[in-house]
């Protein structure tokens, strides 16, 4: 795996988003909690660097190896 860790939780993000519907939190009718947090946790993923805490706490929670 030569992909960094915060690479793969985000492509991990998003297919769980993609699963759930396919469509941005913003389209979706219902306030789903899970696409939500998903959605809140890409944003912030986005706003850190390849060694932030964050992308280790991401990974555990979304079990990305």
Known sequence: MSDSLKTRVREKL???LSENGGHPVEEVESDDP???AI???LAA???VAEDDPL???LATKYWVP
Do not use: G, P, T
Request: charged share 55%; glycine share 0%.
């Open 39 to 41: 959605d809140s946790d």
């Open 14 to 16: 998003l297919r769980q």
């Open 55 to 57: 992308v280790e706490e």
């Open 45 to 47: 993923l986005d706003e």
């Open 34 to 36: 899970r696409l939500v």
